[in-house]
């Protein structure tokens, strides 16, 4: 054996210098992308494949959360806030030698906000009430009321631009404008990009790269031992982390997400819709014992919704900290004796060994739980359409989405006009020291309502070669940004 | 033989519409929409109803079994919800992981069944039957996914002579595709070859009873030759159906360790189907996957018949 291995390290050092300029990388995902559309779908996977890779939009997301110009240049705002210019990078050409310009984006825009779109983030678009072509590189958007975050919202992986002629055909073969192009689809096993010759910006310094799709933890960890795989952005066996951690051969990449994970509660619900029995369930949570037996103490503890690496939260955590005297105390206050609750879990770990220990601490404090672990297909017709639970676990991966507590139909049914007035406030205004104050309200506004359990904010924990520099630390989108990738000599 | 084969074939037709009925009511009552699935937590209502009407998930029950059912006689076997492309050609890109991993397997298997079945039966009572007998003992108890594990660690993650999973594909070449499937098929085939060596010894001892054997030794036949021309041929047909049963099983059962391996097979297009309530695809496949085991099946009745002439004369 040993023998072998020294055989095999020889030949590695001999293989060494040809290395060198190693221009390929292989990706590991623990799901496959269903398509790559990401107009037409809202699997993370597609944009973790497709985002700044194959399809890029007016903005987009720098690697800290910025947003940073994308096909647009720049744009101007005109005074009453209502209208935005974007001016287009000029010698754009989508993958199949066509041009790109405003007429694109008019169609990219309009066919997303048009009466029969399926995009899955169609309230993006809802805002726009014109958009006019005025040259081939300006495009002016007329806005029905001001928005201060339009160019955040353009920024994400549903407002890519795409060409009339392969919209209906990108799922299957997505033409875009970024910097790589489908090479190779093998259903169920990888995807392969490789560099578009004719990118408009400066090139990548990959040539090719091979996304694999590995399900199983214990696979993704044989994978990335036996050098399968350069790097696993998400990896999903957080256990043997510190078993990387000690190899010098890789690096354990540690950042956060935009995953608010939240023990939703039903708040139309008896006897849920009582503040005081929410308040009591949500100070029966010991957020820390979540964290550290659910998620081997990766993921930062949050008192709202709202992600910590925002420069405009606050820490609300004291709102509703650990106190299960004080949760008895709200129970006997609210009338409520022999509780039992219904808590469904969709598939992922944050949920189902979440739910085991929240269980437990509810448990605590005398309330039941009947635990229900579910598909997510089943998950999203039963709990979140049907609205048929009292509990559930959930991480809320999209990016500034304190806006669904002001949708009474969703799921967790939180029907409160103050917070709705808040928000339609917060849509028209464009100041950013009014924004930061507005949102600062409605963060404080829902954590004193206890609309639900805001449990930790999801750390993104990836294994990858030591040799590999530029990958994303933290998640602003779910995406796996290749342009800035390189490895080093 | 013919008229033996005809009412065969009148089975399998009238299995394969059963089975179609059962599938399409399962995959009816099971709750789930595609299409809200493929949309996510933030999709609007209206996007949802949109995306049904274009999937096409809006008609009648009757329609769309007849639709189904219509389709597959022709060959049309419709288009993946998830993956906009063709069922019959993501079928066909998975057979060609899935069928020779599992002939791969099955050939490993009897490989390593037929010699020893036959050592141990032919020492019978001997250390050499002991010996087997308990090997075959643990292979049939040791759980196949961990068994994989083990060879991922030994040979991937230690040795690194073979990769810890995935297929490159036939165009790579016939050696690195066969290289990928190895591991996989060998811990596919240990505990079938443990079951099949089983069988094998007890149908020999078995025939090894049988008068016309003692008679062909009387004749002056050696043991061996008895064994060879006269009993391994009558101990042949509890072996065919443990072969054919392990054939169907190895097709789409091999869904863990195609987990284990990351091999894209039918089992994951299966599995991956489901959580995605891709129904289509999980509709089609499963069909395909009754037809494969009733034809194998009628396929090991044929090899009865010609194995066993009695069973061809049979009223």
């Known amino acids: 054996m040993r023998i072998i291995r020294m055989t095999a390290a020889a030949l ?13 990388i292989t990706l590991g995902m623990q799901l496959e992308p269903p398509n790559l559309d990401p107009t037409g779908g809202a699997a993370a996977a597609i944009d973790e494949v497709t985002y700044a890779n194959i ?30 210019t974007f001016h287009l990078a000029p010698g754009v050409t989508f ?39 005025i040259d081939p590189l300006t495009v002016r958007i007329t806005l029905s009321a001001p928005d201060g975050g339009f160019a955040f919202k353009m920024a994400w992986g549903d407002a890519v631009i795409v060409a009339p002629e392969s919209a209906e055909t990108n799922a299957a073969a997505p033409v875009g404008t970024g910097p790589f192009k489908l090479a190779r689809w093998v259903q169920g096993d990888r995807i392969e990009l490789e560099r578009h010759p004719d990118y408009w910006g400066a090139a990548p310094a990959l040539s090719k790269a091979t996304f694999r799709f590995i399900s199983d933890p214990n696979a993704a960890f044989a994978a990335m031992m036996a050098g399968d795989v350069d790097a696993f952005p998400v990896f999903p066996a957080p256990e043997t982390l510190e078993q990387f951690k000690a190899d010098p051969r890789f690096t354990v990449i540690v950042g956060s997400t935009e995953g608010e994970t939240v023990l939703a509660m039903n708040n139309k619900q008896k ?20 964290i550290d037996g659910a998620m081997f103490g990766y993921g930062t503890p949050i008192g709202t919704h709202f992600a910590p690496h925002n420069p405009d939260y606050i820490d609300l955590t004291g709102i509703s900290a650990y106190d299960p005297e004080k949760s008895k105390a709200l129970l006997k206050a609210a009338g409520v004796s022999d509780l039992t609750l219904r808590m469904a879990l969709p598939p992922p770990t944050y949920a189902r060994r979440g739910g085991e220990i929240i269980a437990a601490q509810l448990r605590e404090i005398g309330i039941t739980t009947e635990i229900t672990n579910m598909e997510w297909a089943q998950w999203l017709e039963q709990a979140f359409r049907g609205k048929d639970f009292d509990l559930t676990i959930v991480s809320h991966t999209e990016p500034m989405d304190i806006g669904i507590y002001a949708r009474p139909d969703y799921y967790f049914q939180y029907d409160d ?6 928000l339609a406030l917060l849509d028209n205004t464009s100041a950013p020291e009014a924004r930061s104050g507005l949102l600062k309200a409605a963060q404080g506004k829902i954590a004193m309502d206890y609309v639900n359990g805001y449990l930790f904010q999801l750390a993104k924990t990836g294994v990858a070669n030591a040799k590999i520099k530029g990958l994303w630390e933290n998640a602003p989108t779910q995406a796996n940004d290749l342009t800035g990738v390189t490895w080093e000599e | 033989m013919l008229r033996f ?10 299995s394969l519409i059963a089975a179609s009925l059962v599938i399409f009511a399962v995959i009816e009552v099971v709750p789930g929409d595609p299409a809200a699935f493929m949309l996510g937590l933030n999709a609007e209502p209206e996007a949802v109803a ?4 274009e999937l096409g998930l809006n008609g009648s029950r009757a329609a769309r079994y007849l639709s189904w059912v219509g389709g597959m006689v022709t060959g049309d076997f419709g288009q993946s919800y998830t993956y906009r492309v063709p069922v019959s050609q993501l079928v066909l890109q998975r057979l060609w992981v899935s069928l020779p991993l599992a002939l791969y397997a099955l050939g490993l298997s009897t490989l390593i069944a037929f010699p020893i079945g036959l050592i141990a039966a032919s020492r019978r009572g001997r250390p050499a039957d002991y010996g087997i007998m308990a090997a075959t003992q643990l292979g049939v108890a040791v759980p196949n996914f961990w068994f994989a594990m083990l060879l991922v660690l030994v040979f991937a993650v230690n040795l690194r002579w073979f990769s810890a999973g995935g297929f490159p594909g036939w165009e790579a070449g016939a050696f690195a595709a066969l290289k990928a499937l190895t591991l996989p098929a060998v811990s596919l085939a240990l505990p079938q070859a443990s079951i099949l060596a089983r069988v094998m010894r007890s149908a020999l001892i078995e025939t090894l009873g049988q008068d016309y054997i003692r008679t062909a030794r009387a004749k002056g036949l050696s043991r061996r030759q008895a064994i060879t021309r006269h009993a391994l041929r009558n101990a042949l047909i509890p072996v065919l159906t443990i072969i054919g049963l392990q054939f169907s099983f190895l097709l789409a059962g091999a869904i863990i360790i195609e987990n284990v391996f990351f091999l894209p097979g039918l ?9 995605q309530r891709d129904l289509v695809v999980v509709e089609s496949v499963v069909m395909l996957l009754v037809f494969a085991v009733i034809l194998v099946t009628f396929l090991v009745d044929l090899a009865y018949a010609a194995a066993d002439p009695r069973l061809r004369h049979r009223r």
């Open chain 2, 50 to 53: 949109a995306l049904r009407d």
């Open chain 1, 12 to 24: 590695a050092l001999g293989a060494g210098p040809a290395l060198a300029a190693q221009d390929t």
């Open chain 2, 5 to 14: 084969a005809a009412t065969r074939l009148v089975s399998l037709g009238l």
């Open chain 1, 417 to 422: 006009l103050g917070f709705q007035a808040l």
């Open chain 1, 95 to 133: 993958h199949d030698g066509t041009a790109m310009d405003a007429g694109d984006v008019k169609f990219s825009l309009d066919r997303a906000r048009a009466e029969d779109s399926t995009n899955a983030q169609k309230a993006l678009f809802a805002g726009i009430a014109d958009v006019a072509v």
């Open chain 1, 271 to 290: 006897p849920l819709d009582d503040v005081r029995v929410r308040a009591a369930v949500a100070h029966a949570i010991n957020r820390q014992d979540i």
């Open chain 2, 267 to 275: 089992g994951r297009l299966i599995f991956q189907g489901i959580t």
């Open chain 1, 55 to 84: 399809f890029e939009g007016l903005t987009r997301f720098a690697a800290d959360g910025a947003i940073i110009p994308g096909l647009a240049r720049s744009w101007d705002i005109s005074e009453d806030g209502l209208t935005y």
